[in-house]
């Protein structure tokens, strides 16, 4: 693959959508710059043959050009379609929910968000809450089958978003959402006031107590992601923030380990609680 020296990679500002990308070809990556977004797509990675002493390739040394690339459609078309949206004026919206759009993407704003934090939140919201107003629910139904392929009953919907793009922030935005939609329309099932926010360790637990609306350092306040007089509302939400290892069986009765093996006798500790308790 030829090496190519990109003496400047950021070409685009991250408070607008982005307008252009550096081509790839099938040698990779060239400096020619598109004037146009690129699609979002993945590489399927093809590692070289094994080396001399059997070490296989790291995945640094696998080919990133044209011909390994695959397009994510689904992405692509739900992206398209809440672009029209958006162009349009974010029509079919409750009222809680055009206050807030026009509260994050006002020109005027002093602490900007990120368009790829506005594009989060304008897809959430496109999909709950206009896309069967524009004949869209096709968007609901694949993530719904998709979701069944598996994990049946439990459906989830993903932001894959860069490190550094402020998904916190994001975090935020949708509880806020969420929550002041829900205390203007506490019948609305659309929406919910409680949360639960699940981390992979206790460091990133504590980070997160920016999400605490009533946090010192809340980010509601620090990012400006609400106006001040719905602070109030938003401090009536139910937030609970834990690492997953809380969700481990626990024990009822403090004792020592050898004790709980000679009487578990190779069975399940009688000390340890069940999945149903």
């Not at 060239?30 to 399927?44: A, G, L, M, Q």
């Not at 939140?121 to 069944?148: G, H, S």
């Not at 999400?211 to 719905?230: E, G, K, M, T």
């Amino acid at each position: 693959m030829t090496q190519v020296v990109i003496e400047n990679p950021i070409i685009n500002s991250p408070f607008n959508e982005p307008g252009r990308h550096f081509r790839f070809t099938d040698d990779g990556i060239t400096n020619e710059i598109v004037e146009d977004r690129r699609v979002s797509s993945y590489f399927v990675p093809i590692a070289q043959p094994r080396k001399k002493g059997g070490r296989q390739a790291s995945l640094f040394e696998t080919e990133w050009t044209q011909d390994r690339i695959e397009e994510n459609a689904l992405v692509n078309d739900i992206r398209r379609r809440v672009g029209m949206w958006r162009q349009g004026g974010y029509l079919g919206v409750t009222p809680t929910t055009a206050r807030l759009l026009a509260y994050w993407t006002d020109p005027g704003r002093e602490k900007k968000l990120f368009f790829c934090q506005i594009e989060a939140l304008e897809t959430a919201i496109y999909i709950t809450e206009a896309a069967r107003k524009f004949n869209d629910a096709w968007i609901e139904n694949q993530l719904r089958e998709a979701n069944d392929t598996s994990n049946p009953g439990l459906p989830r919907t993903a932001f894959k978003m860069a490190t550094g793009s402020g998904k916190t922030v994001v975090m935020a935005m949708l509880i806020a959402w969420h929550t002041l939609n829900k205390r203007a329309n506490p019948q609305d099932a659309r929406f919910s006031d409680a949360f639960l926010i699940v981390t992979p360790g206790i460091t990133i637990r504590d980070r997160l107590r920016v999400l605490y609306p009533n946090d010192p350092q809340s980010y509601y306040r620090q990012r400006d992601i609400v106006p001040a007089h719905l602070t109030e509302q938003l401090g009536q939400a139910k937030i609970v923030i834990t690492n997953f290892h809380g969700f481990g069986l626990r024990e009822k009765v403090a004792t020592g380990k050898l004790t709980r093996s000679i009487l578990a006798d190779g069975q399940a500790s009688p000390f340890t609680e069940t999945p149903d308790q």
